[in-house]
């Protein structure tokens, strides 16, 4: 275990280029450690990538981030503000979204509803301006309607908007909950392996979604386990092996590191390099 | 086949069958009245069901919160009106006065239960609900002693009826050569405040707090992470059905003359529980069609199977009342194994078939 | 203190058998993570299938009393058995994987359908259950008119204490007790190593439906009365004494009952006089006065005994959600 001691390499606060710090992360469940010390710093319109073995601290550092635990030691701060025990609503409001590993959406709702409900939280209108629909109300429900079917436009989930999220094919699903995530205007977008079970295609359509979104000036952390992909779009990745972060740095770099290798190799799963 | 008809078309019909309906309405306690004044009051109590249920709806249908105590706030209206206007305490307050009041300590009611209980997961929060209704009931019972407030289990009479100007709703008034009897003016009341009920528990659903509410109820850590604040929208659920079971029980009140504990029991918030199971939940028509089944068919049972039985074995074997209950059993048991979405197919549903067929 | 005494010795009557329809709840609950809302109704069905043998057999047939009380348990344990098996296969299982709405609204339908059947089968009103054995009556003070304890208390307490001693050995001494502990850590790998996980969930089931039914002679035997609707507040405060304890630990749900009932005893027993006003005539003369022609002015006498447990419930869920032995309950992701 490391000693607590804020990590010297990690600035505390961002400097204008940065858009999400952390300093000295540190979760612990029972006696299992599941973060330790974890520092990085993620910068405004990245595509930052996540990776290490199965069980390493990768959603338990989403979990941590998004408000759903709360931090044993260490702090955020995101986007010039610390981010500190607050509450995953919270959070989302601050301006990160999430999507789910094991997909977590409204199945009993439409497709359209799911990313409707992605503008609570930009809305206002209350259970009065509900009920008397005044000109105010009628206007964001519009507003909602349509931005909700843009971005399911965006996404090219439009042609199913009218169905259970349930009854959605995988990929679709997948997208969905981005789409649902970018409902929120997040500045940061925190995808848990949006590629999980997708054949090579989906994968290659869900790269160029990525591509568009950053374009669009959305910031990206993404957990991924399929390397190819986050090889080829991320800019930078943080390696974690056993809750720590056993390297940080741009793509090529990463895989040449011994370490990476040695956890990887290690581990339960191989590196695929991929042929530049 | 929908495509030959045009939209403007449709809409003529939607018309049609909204006036259609609304002159059903208007004429029916007068037809009812024909049978026998009892099916008007049944008919009452069958709007102050529908009215229950579809509070419940918000509760359980909406926001997805099994409350197995919503009768207390049915008692706690009930009650508010009793002891504003009777001679219990000698106040006699007008109703529109009370209903807010009783609506308002309803609503408290909620809170207090909901706060510390709404982090619980579903099935405690079902127990703890369970729990406070038969407090309630309790307290209801045993309120008479030091300071009588409640007088226990003989209840509370001569409940002052619904006054509006020189409208009395208890007595029988000539108006343009008809006699219009005191159930028959409640039932007009009663449908007033239903269609405003209804159409709240429609422009709810429909809006950015009724899909928060569906939010929570389908995955409540998604719709944490959706920025959706879940304490305090289960807290708005609990608070808004609450309120309306207070308003129902006031109307009960009034419409009685007379209440006691023995009215505020588990079985009553089982049977608006089936009402809304059978209905759908989170259906607002499928619910409305689940109270009127539900209010009616032991009602009808009664006048039928009563002297049938009578007839075939010349005694009563089952009393009505006991196949009430069974209905309401059965209801809930087989509704869940077999149709957990109500007799009818909620609008989400229609809509998804319809852009699968396109 | 002979008071107290005496109100302990009621509470631990009371709570054995709290913790024996506890075992029950906590039980089901350990293995698949449910609430048998109908388990109280079951207590009620084995309380009301003793009284019919009770009665059948102590009409001149001459049997010695205890045999007869004897045969009245037997009779009840299988039909509760019979019940609880159905329950779990009509109810529970088909909705094993619904939305967890779904069985609780079924328990409560079954909660009702079987109140009524057995208002059907029995009657509307209150049955006394027959005397067969002459209560005696011990003092257990040197003074008289001190505490005391009658043979059917020591009955009840000797009872579930041999029956939770069985359940113990049942759950960690036998195979088919392994098989329970196993399914209820994960049932998927359970089945894999074999284990039929529908036997052992619904004989989990059929063990509490047992316990039950002794519960139901006891509580019987006690009042002396048994009604249709006994079980539902019973059902609601064994429940409470399961989280008291911990739901989902058989030792909590042990330590939960016998808690619960002291608590109880206690509340009936002492909040009437801490709540009488006329604690308070040295303050107020109007009081006074009002004391020497009344002196009951109790806010809450022992009729809110009913209260204590819902509020001992409801203390528990929000400061301390694990119970006093258990594992957290409330979802947090």
């Not at chain 1, 607590?4 to 400097?15: I, K, N």
């Not at chain 1, 069980?55 to 989403?62: M, P, W």
């Not at chain 1, 500190?84 to 009993?108: C, D, S, Y």
């Not at chain 2, 929208?233 to 079971?245: C, N, Q, V, Y």
């Amino acid at each position: 275990m490391t000693a607590a001691a804020p990590s010297p390499d990690v600035p505390a606060t961002g400097g204008a280029h940065v858009l999400l710090a952390a300093r000295g992360i540190t979760k612990r469940f029972g006696g299992v450690q599941a973060l330790s010390d974890v520092g990085f710093t993620i910068n405004h319109g990245e595509i930052y990538g996540l990776i290490g073995p199965n069980g390493a601290g990768k959603t338990s550092l989403f979990n941590v981030l998004t408000g759903i635990y709360a931090p044993d030691g260490g702090e955020f701060v995101f986007d010039g503000n610390p981010l500190m025990n607050m509450k995953p609503n919270e959070v989302a409001r601050r301006g990160i979204a999430r999507t789910f590993q094991n997909i977590r959406l409204f199945g009993n709702l439409s497709a359209l509803e799911n990313v409707m409900i992605g503008r609570h939280v930009r809305t206002r209108a209350g259970v009065v301006g509900a009920i008397v629909r005044n000109a105010a109300t009628r206007a964001e429900e519009r507003a909602i309607h349509e931005r909700a079917y843009e971005l399911l436009e965006y996404v090219g989930v439009a042609a199913h908007a009218n169905r259970f999220a349930k009854h959605l094919a995988y990929g679709d699903q997948r997208r969905l909950e981005i789409a649902r995530a970018l409902a929120t205007e997040p500045k940061l977008l925190a995808l848990d392996e949006p590629a999980a079970g997708m054949n090579a295609t989906e994968t290659a359509s869900l790269k160029r979604l990525l591509a568009a979104i950053r374009g669009d000036g959305v910031t990206i952390l993404l957990i991924e386990h399929d390397m190819k992909l986050v090889m080829s779009i991320c800019d930078r990745v943080l390696v974690l092996d056993y809750g720590k972060k056993i390297a940080e740095g741009s793509a090529a770099d990463v895989q040449k590191d011994p370490k990476v290798i040695a956890a990887y190799l290690g581990g339960e799963i191989s590196l695929e390099l991929p042929a530049r | 086949m929908p495509g030959l008809i045009d939209a403007r078309h449709r809409k003529r019909l939607a018309w049609a069958g909204v006036v259609v309906v609304a002159i059903v309405l208007a004429i029916l306690p007068f037809a009812l009245a024909q049978v026998g004044t009892a099916w008007v009051r049944i008919t009452n109590t069958a709007i102050l069901y529908v009215f229950l249920a579809l509070g419940l709806n918000i509760v359980v249908g909406f926001a997805g919160l099994l409350d197995l105590g919503y009768i207390a706030f049915y008692a706690v209206g009930a009650y508010v009106y009793a002891l504003l206007a009777s001679p219990h305490f000698n106040l006699h307050l007008p109703f529109w006065i009370i209903l807010p009041i009783g609506a308002a300590l309803a609503c408290v009611f909620g809170v207090l239960l909901g706060t510390p209980t709404l982090k619980l997961r579903g099935d405690y929060l079902a127990i703890v609900t369970l729990g406070f209704g038969e407090i309630i009931r309790i307290f209801l019972n045993n309120l008479a002693r030091p300071v009588n407030i409640t007088n226990g289990p003989q209840g509370i009479a001569q409940i002052d009826p619904v006054r509006i100007g020189d409208i009395n709703f208890a007595t029988t008034q000539q108006v343009l050569g008809v006699a219009v009897t005191g159930p028959i003016k409640y039932y007009y009341l009663l449908l007033l405040l239903m269609i405003a009920v209804v159409a709240i528990n429609v422009r709810l659903q429909d809006s950015r707090i009724g899909r928060a509410w569906e939010a929570v109820r389908e995955d409540e850590v998604a719709a944490r992470a959706m920025g959706i604040n879940t304490r305090n929208i289960k807290l708005l659920a609990f608070a808004m059905g609450a309120s309306f079971g207070g308003v129902a029980g006031g109307m009960f009140s009034a419409i009685q003359g007379f209440i006691s504990p023995e009215s505020f029991g588990l079985v009553e918030s089982v049977m608006v529980l089936a009402m809304v199971v059978l209905g759908g939940m989170g259906n607002v028509w499928g619910v409305i069609l689940g109270a009127i089944l539900l209010s009616f068919v032991p009602e009808i049972l009664r006048y039928t199977v009563e002297p049938a039985q009578k007839a075939i074995f010349g005694r009563l074997l089952l009393e009505p009342e006991v196949i009430r209950m069974l209905l309401f059993g059965f209801a809930l048991v087989l509704m869940m194994l077999f149709r957990p979405a109500g007799i009818v197919p909620s609008s989400v549903r229609k809509r998804e078939l319809e852009s699968r067929r396109a | 203190m002979d008071t107290f005494l005496q109100q302990i010795i009621n509470g631990l009557t009371l709570g054995s058998v709290y913790a024996i329809v506890a075992l029950g709840y906590t039980m089901v609950y350990g293995i698949i993570q449910l609430i048998n809302f109908a388990h109280g109704e079951v207590v009620m069905i084995g309380a009301m299938v003793a009284y019919s043998t009770i009665v059948a057999l102590s009409g001149g047939t001459g049997l010695p009393p205890a045999l007869v009380l004897a045969s009245g348990v037997a009779a009840a344990i299988p039909v509760c058995m019979a019940v609880g098996y159905a329950l779990e296969r009509v109810a529970y299982r088909p909705l094993r994987h619904a939305p967890r709405l779904a069985p609780l609204i079924t328990a409560i339908g079954l909660s009702i359908i079987l109140q009524h059947l057995a208002l059907i089968v029995w009657s509307r009103n209150p049955l006394p259950y027959p005397q067969i054995i002459a209560t005696v009556t011990y003092q257990i003070t040197a003074t008289a008119g001190g505490a005391t304890i009658t043979n059917v208390q020591i009955a009840i307490i000797g009872g579930s204490l041999a029956t939770m001693a069985l359940l113990l050995f049942l759950v960690y001494r036998t195979k088919l007790g392994i098989a329970m502990r196993a399914v209820a850590q994960n049932q998927q790998v359970a089945g894999l190593m074999g284990i039929d996980i529908n036997r052992v969930i619904s004989l989990t089931f059929v063990i509490g439906a047992g316990l039950a039914a002794i519960a139901g002679v006891m509580v019987g035997s006690y009042y002396g009365i048994a009604h249709y609707q006994m079980g539902f507040i019973l059902g609601l405060k064994a429940f409470s004494a399961a989280v008291l304890g911990g739901i989902g630990n058989l030792g909590g749900a042990m330590l939960g009952g016998l808690l619960l009932g002291i608590i109880e005893a206690l509340g009936a027993g002492y909040v009437g006089d801490l709540t009488n006003l006329c604690n308070l005539s040295g303050w107020s003369t109007a009081l006074a006065q009002r004391c020497a022609v009344d002196s009951n002015l109790t806010l809450f006498g022992s009729n809110y005994q009913d209260v204590f447990a819902f509020l001992v419930l409801i203390a528990v869920l929000v400061f301390r959600p694990s119970g006093l032995l258990g594992e957290r309950v409330s979802d947090r992701a």
